[in-house]
Every structure is written in C-alpha cells, then in structure tokens.
C-alpha cells in the first residue's frame, strides 16, 4: 500500500489520464490496413516431436486397496 493519500492518488492519475488522452489523440493513426498481416507473419518451424521421458508405453497394474482402506 503506497503512503500518497487516496484523493490526491486519485487527482494524479485524472491528470494523467487527460495528458495521455490528449497526447494520444494527436498521434495515434486514423486507418490501420490490416490486410495480409496475418499471412505474412513468420510461422515456426516444424519439429519432430520428442518422446516424454517418463512414458514406458505399458499400462499400469490395477492393484486393490485391502480390506478395509479406503483412498481419498
């Protein structure tokens, strides 16, 4: 928690918001073309999949719980 109290903390970012507001109006552009971006981004090479370290491809025993337990 910052030691500003909260109604000057509040009066601070207002100000801020209307400088960004302001400046950001003058420079942001008015159209943005769009079209063949997404084309024309790189795309990742293609990789062989590596085997997970831990996968021994057998299934796992069923083994009962004895008389008695119970697993939660």
Known sequence: MSGIPLHIQRKLEQRWA????????SVAPKSIDLKGTVNSLPRPAATKEKPVASD???AWPF???P???YGA
Do not use: H, T, V
């Not at 209307?18 to 109006?25: E, I, M, N, T, V």
């Open 67 to 69: 008389e008695g337990w």
């Open 18 to 25: 209307a400088k960004l507001a302001l400046s950001g109006a």
């Open 63 to 65: 083994i009962p719980f």
């Open 56 to 58: 021994n491809q057998l």
